[in-house]
């Protein structure tokens, strides 16, 4: 719980407006055990991590802590203050040759550089329960055409609370995408987190584990269009933030260090 304890530290504060809504401590450390298993030696992308699992995961291997874990890690998020703390702490632990950090934002087509070159992608997502899950879909998106080999793998965080009907049927339609996309459910362990949410701390999240069984189509990677951008932080909240800019570079106390940029007309 220390090595955990860094990490929490280290991270910026959450931006509710975006749905950055970070795990809880104990359930973080679940988390990184389990993935541990999956994406050991693999060369691993996070599309998006607010709640610094890649640097869990990795501070946990080097403290001795866990004894599997990636070869590599690869952030990218749009909230530059995410991929400064990054920077910081692998500056810090000695991690740099494992951990690297690049700001990205999900509405934009993958850059070149990053097409098929992991093994592997994580990400936890907004849940998508305003828009039919279009938000995680977009996220997954990025990860396959990351990874897009044979054998690849995915894990993926999304809401999983029966109680909230929305959760179960966007979880239906996450399912039946990543095995449209040529998939293989390997895992779900339903139930799996809670979250520091206000108004519904019942809240919880599953773990979906898929793999690709068959190689993606060579196809150059496209932006979303205005239909995927839709309620993509919840109803009413499109996707119309390209960065978070960190101000400071502090990591720390959002409400003072950050402004939004938004993307421009005909930039999407």
């Known amino acids: 719980m220390n090595a955990v304890s860094d990490v929490v530290a280290n991270r910026p504060a959450p931006l509710r407006m975006f749905d950055q ?5 104990a359930d973080m450390l679940i ?46 998020d749009f909230d530059e203050r995410v991929v400064n703390s990054v920077r910081r702490f692998a500056e810090r632990y000695g991690y740099t040759k494992t951990v690297t950090s690049e700001l990205y934002n999900v509405a934009e ?5 990053l097409i098929g070159g992991f093994d592997a992608f994580y990400t936890n997502p907004p849940y998508g329960g305003s828009n039919g899950g279009n938000s995680v879909k977009s996220f997954i998106r990025r990860g396959l055409e990351a990874t897009s080999k044979p054998g690849a793998l995915g894990c993926t965080v999304l809401a999983d609370a029966p109680e909230y009907h929305w959760t179960t049927l966007v979880l239906r339609e996450v399912q039946t995408y990543v095995l449209g996309k040529g998939q293989l459910i390997r ?16 809240l919880t999240s ?25 309620d993509f932080y919840g109803k009413d909240n499109p996707l119309k933030v390209r960065y978070v800019r960190d101000l400071t570079n502090g990591g720390k106390f959002a409400s003072k260090d950050f402004e939004c940029e938004a993307f421009r007309d005909g930039e999407l």
């Not at 895992?187 to 019942?202: A, G, S, V």
């Open 21 to 25: 809504i970070y795990m809880r401590s």
């Open 31 to 76: 988390q990184a055990e389990h993935i541990s298993r999956w994406l050991s030696g693999k060369r691993v992308v996070f599309i998006g991590d607010g709640d610094a699992l890649a640097l869990t995961v990795v501070h946990l291997k080097g403290t001795g802590s866990l004894k599997g874990g990636p070869e590599s890690v690869h952030v990218l």
């Open 109 to 113: 087509g993958l850059p070149p550089h």
């Open 187 to 202: 895992e779900m362990i339903p139930k799996f987190h809670k979250y520091h949410l206000d108004d519904t701390p019942e």
């Open 206 to 230: 599953c773990s979906l584990v898929t793999e690709q069984v068959e190689s993606m189509k060579d196809e150059e990677s496209q932006n979303l269009n205005r239909a995927e951008l839709a």
